[in-house]
């Protein structure tokens, strides 16, 4: 999914950034991706466990499918990079150090690892909740914008369904609605490559 999610996001870009007339062709287009690296024999247990990665997206591809294997080629690398491991020790860190200090030594990684956009996949329960006889249909969520970053995608799975929340500097990035239709228009490409190749 994680994969499906960056795909979509780095063709939505590449068609926004074109039709802003910004050359694609050899911009190093990176994205910090929270990803859970909570082993099975952890799961149930308080506490988060999350290594930022920051992943170099192919914008240059203009091939939707060929973007696709060149997303999941790097995200393969960077799952089997020391970057798990430093996010265990952090977490690890973070269970007998005070959280105030922890969080000024997050913040000053994140700066110093330059990135364009924030995309993070939050699965959530796939069975339907209520509040009293009330049901929950839609949930939206929201990345918050750090410091020089102009845009954030965050995506939460409920009930079978995927929820695509935005965020976005106003100043730097008013036509937000263009990305949210490229976003669309990306997906259902994938999502058109998708059936074609269990059709076959």
Known sequence: MNDVVL???VGAARRFLLARGV???????????????????????????VANFVARLPIDEHDSKRRYERVVDVTSQL??????????????????????????????????????????NIPGPQLPLFLLDAPLRESYPMVPLFENQAVGVALFSYAGALFWGLNADWD?????????????????????????????
């Open 79 to 120: 799952k089997h990079s020391r970057a798990v491991q430093g996010a265990e020790l952090l977490e690890e860190l973070g269970d007998w150090t005070m959280t105030a200090l922890l969080s000024q030594v997050m913040r000053l990684a994140i700066r110093r690892r330059a990135y364009n956009i924030v995309v993070t």
């Open 23 to 49: 050359r694609v062709e050899g911009l190093d287009f990176r994205a910090l991706v929270p990803v859970s690296v909570r082993g099975a024999e952890q799961r149930g247990q308080l506490g988060n466990r």
């Open 7 to 9: 795909a979509t996001v």
């Open 172 to 200: 730097a990035v008013p036509d937000l609605h263009d990305l949210t239709v490229a976003l669309r228009e990306e997906f259902d490409v994938l999502q058109r490559l998708a059936g074609s190749a269990a059709a076959a």
